[in-house]
């Protein structure tokens, strides 16, 4: 459903030497916002595309919106290079940018469904059918005939939900789609997602700095880092690769003796027999744990496993250091 191939944009500037520059040479700057990524999406796939700021990620997305023009690389949307089928693409994909609205901020979210149903052209039959079905799926009666002005954030975003799957595009692409909202209205967002996948189909691509999003709704996330594609995969193999610490806190009968207390990464003591660190799923590590346990009482324990924020973050961390 989407080709990409050594995709690359690469911005170019002129500045002057300063304010006072007129007839003066001028420097030409060059910024490389994607370099030479590739990932191929098959159709009905749920991708979390994910990295920090200014990875290069909304970048990405505007190429396959036909916004931007590629420096040079492959991208094809469902068989359209983007950018040279403006129309046509944009009548293949339903796209949301959290911070911006393609709702009429004035009239009601049923007005702005009713123009989109004369763009693309939708019989009034169908029309109706799926207008029932997304106020069923999306909970859109209560607010529905309000000014979209009026609306909470989690309202609107619903809106535009709705807007931007109402002629059943074949991709859905999002960035930052459950930005600011509550966890209730972050929860509906992430089940209409799976609910549109497993109807029709649907592949969506999703930028989130939300790694709960990328957990509930994908299996499969890339992640880049300043226009580089760091990993490709499962969100199991993520997991695996990042190699982050889990977190052990341990109640023991005894104390722990000190030259084995000084083994113990991020070692906290809040009370008397109470041992808290971290701790890798090494051999090593795990020979260390046995010896920290040996002898001794458990009283209670419990080991954390690191969240995959904090698994992205360590990869993004060895990504540097790489």
């Known amino acids: ?51 920090p700021n200014g990875a ?14 590629p420096t040079s690389g492959e991208l094809t949307v469902n068989g359209l290079v983007p950018y040279k089928n403006r129309q046509k693409n944009a009548r293949q994909i339903g796209v949301i940018f959290g911070q911006k609205s393609q709702l009429w901020w004035d009239l009601p979210i049923t007005s702005s469904l009713k123009l989109y149903q004369k763009m693309y052209e939708i019989p009034d039959d169908v029309y109706h059918e799926r207008y029932m079905q997304l106020c069923d799926m999306l909970e859109l009666d209560e607010f529905a005939d309000r000014p979209v002005r009026t609306l909470s954030l989690g309202q609107r975003m619903r809106g535009e939900l709705a807007a931007a799957v109402l002629h059943r595009p074949p991709v859905l692409i999002l960035d930052e789609p459950t930005i600011g909202m509550d966890v209730v209205v972050k929860e509906r967002i992430r089940t209409f997602l799976k609910e549109l996948n497993s109807a029709y189909g649907t592949t969506i691509l999703l930028t989130t700095h939300d790694m709960t999003d990328i957990e509930k709704v994908c299996a499969r996330a890339i992640m880049i880092n300043k226009g580089k594609k760091l990993f490709d995969g499962t ?12 977190r052990v806190t341990v109640r023991l009968e005894k104390a722990v003796p000190p030259w084995l207390e000084a083994r113990l990464r991020g070692l906290e003591k809040p009370k008397a027999g109470t041992y808290i660190f971290r701790l890798s799923h090494t051999d090593e590590e795990n020979r260390l744990l046995s010896e920290v346990l040996q002898n001794n009482r458990v009283l209670d324990m419990y080991i954390a496993e690191p969240t995959l924020e904090e698994q992205v973050a360590h990869y993004l961390g060895e990504g540097e250091a790489r």
Do not use: W
């Not at 060059?30 to 994910?50: C, K, N, P, T, W």
């Open 1 to 51: 459903m989407i080709h990409c191939q050594n995709l690359t944009k690469n911005y170019r500037t002129v500045a002057g030497k300063g304010p006072f520059s007129f007839g003066r040479q001028k420097d030409s700057e060059s910024f490389l916002a994607v370099d030479r990524i590739s990932f191929h999406i098959a159709s009905g796939e749920m991708i979390g595309y994910i990295g």
């Open 56 to 69: 290069g990620k909304s970048t990405t997305i505007k190429m396959m919106c036909g916004i931007l023009t």
């Open 235 to 246: 969100l199991e193999a993520l997991r695996q690769n990042s190699q982050s610490d889990s």
